[in-house]
């Protein structure tokens, strides 16, 4: 992530604690919720451990670099917190290549899990990547405005959160809107940002606007995609010549402790 502004008199010094709590609150979720997969066995190491493993590295990495870049700015470290800015504007690429690497390989080898039709989660993985480095890129671009630079990270952030929420939530049982259910509790982040710029100043930054917008944009594109001859068709490319070709686009894969036939979606 870049550098924050270099005029500190554009920002709101009361806006540090709470982006660095926020920050924290984050990674709390994204901690709790891999580490109970990992404690209940439920991992895709199995599935290419050298791939999973960098994905994990990197992905976490870019955990520990958000909290550390709030409290840089929060502790006036500023310089510190330029130097790792471009590190993290680097650290991106590596997101949006390990990223889908690893949904590809999940949709290839037909192990999506069994609460998601397999297109979706194709869909929603790859587009979740894609939109979280476009508000980063963005929050990059306005790095000398404050407001918008550390807002339009947090709803960056704010898309990481779904596969860890997914891991804390009884996904199970919100088939078939396992995704949907998840998406709504990760608004949450974002709407509680919104609050507290009511709550210091009586208006909202715009940047929420914008931010919010992307977001829930994301969602509208994954469904539209998921539901049209352009899902069926990039599922078809994606899973071509692999065990995944087997496995129904628009059908529930079965539970692992069952050989009941997939439930196809009915929305």
Not at 22 to 42: D, K, N, Y
Not at 108 to 128: I, W
Not at 185 to 190: A, D, G, R, S
Request: glycine share 10%.
């Amino acid at each position: 992530m870049a550098t924050i502004a270099h005029d500190r008199r554009a920002a709101a010094p009361e806006d540090d604690g709470f982006f660095v709590g926020a920050s924290v609150a984050m990674a709390g979720v994204i901690v709790a919720g891999f580490s109970l997969a990992v404690a209940l066995g439920h991992s895709s190491f199995v599935l290419s451990p050298l791939l999973v493993h960098a994905h994990a590295v990197v992905f976490m990495g870019w955990v520990v670099l958000y909290v550390a870049q709030n409290v840089f700015v929060a502790t006036g470290s500023l310089a510190l917190h330029r130097r790792l800015g471009w590190i993290g504007a680097g650290w991106v690429a590596a997101m949006l290549v390990l990223g889908p690497a690893v949904t590809l390989a999940m949709v290839r080898a037909g192990r999506v899990p069994f609460f998601f039709l397999p297109l979706h989660f194709l869909v929603f993985d790859l587009l979740t990547v894609f939109f979280f480095a476009g508000l980063t890129i963005a929050a990059i671009a306005l790095r000398r405005h404050t407001g918008w630079h550390r807002r339009l990270h947090f709803c960056g952030m704010t898309l990481l959160l779904g596969p860890a929420l997914g891991r804390l939530l009884p996904v199970p049982l919100l088939q078939p809107w396992a995704y949907e259910a998840t998406f709504a509790v990760t608004m949450l982040f974002p709407l509680v940002g919104v609050a507290a710029d009511w709550r210091r100043t009586g208006r909202t930054h715009p940047a929420w606007a914008w931010g919010i917008g992307a977001i829930v944009g994301s969602l509208v594109l994954i469904e539209a995609i998921t539901y049209s001859p352009a899902g069926d068709a990039l599922y078809a490319a994606v899973t071509a010549g692999s065990p995944g070709a087997d496995v129904p686009a628009r059908a529930f894969p079965p539970p692992p402790w069952t050989s009941r036939p997939a439930k196809a979606a009915t929305n």
